[in-house]
């Protein structure tokens, strides 16, 4: 069942921050986010696992509320490299990995 | 690390005729690997699953006779798009996963056209 994610579209000034979730009706193993600018395939931005994981990388930093079956995406200090459309992927299990996506929220990073 | 590559990146057929597109591990075996359809400004849609060695599970209303997948090796899946016909186009993106990882790595993607 595919996720849902909010808001849809964000547009931010440059060093600003913003917050992004992906929200399932169903029990959640895992939590992938991606980016993808047009015309190009997404780009692995990170992971969380079951067990209520946070993660981030450089500005960019996750959390994943397994009790709430939510995931939230945050961009501090944006940069223009970070505008695109923003997938969660959630997985059910943790076998095959098998991943229903959302419909993405499109962020645009202005100077 | 973990790379994927697709081949070709675009592909313009008429309609009627099959295609074929490879999807490739470049530094990883790939013990899983999926295939996904977009449409413009839309999600990825996935349509299969496919275990080296394993025939691909399909996903509901994709039909498994005009879309053929085949993981022969843990470096290589290919998707062949039978009989195609306008509204087959669209752009085509496979993710790749190995046992040791739980992240998908998507290709390039192929967009294809059928005229």
């Known amino acids: 069942q595919q996720p849902v994610q909010s808001p849809q579209a964000v547009i931010l000034r440059e060093g600003e921050d913003a917050v992004i979730n992906c929200s399932s009706s169903k029990a959640l193993y895992s939590v992938h986010w991606y980016r993808q600018k047009h015309g190009e395939a997404p780009v692995f931005l990170m992971i969380l696992l079951k067990g209520g994981e946070q993660k981030g990388h450089e500005k960019i930093s996750a959390s994943f509320n397994e009790k709430k079956q939510q995931s939230s995406l945050y961009l501090t200090a944006s940069q223009l490299s970070y505008s695109g459309t923003y997938f969660c992927g959630t997985g059910a299990t943790n076998e095959n990995n098998r991943l229903a996506f959302g419909k993405g929220n499109q962020v645009v990073v202005i100077p | 690390g973990a790379v994927v590559s697709q081949h070709p990146s675009w592909v313009i057929c008429k309609s009627g005729t099959s295609v074929k597109i490879e999807c490739r591990s470049l530094?990883?075996?790939?013990?899983?690997m999926f295939w996904y359809r977009q449409f413009p400004k839309q999600s990825l849609m996935l349509m299969a699953t496919?275990?080296?060695?394993?025939?691909?599970?399909?996903e509901q209303g994709v039909e498994k006779d005009k879309f053929l997948i085949n993981h022969a090796s843990l470096t290589l899946s290919t998707l062949t798009v039978t009989s195609a016909h306008p509204e087959d186009s669209s752009f085509y993106i496979c993710?790749?996963?190995?046992?040791?990882?739980?992240?998908?790595?998507f290709g390039p993607g192929t967009r294809l056209t059928v005229t």
């Open positions: 530094d990883f075996q790939a013990t899983t």
């Open positions: 496919s275990n080296e060695g394993s025939k691909a599970t399909y």
């Open positions: 993710s790749a996963r190995s046992g040791t990882f739980y992240e998908q790595y």
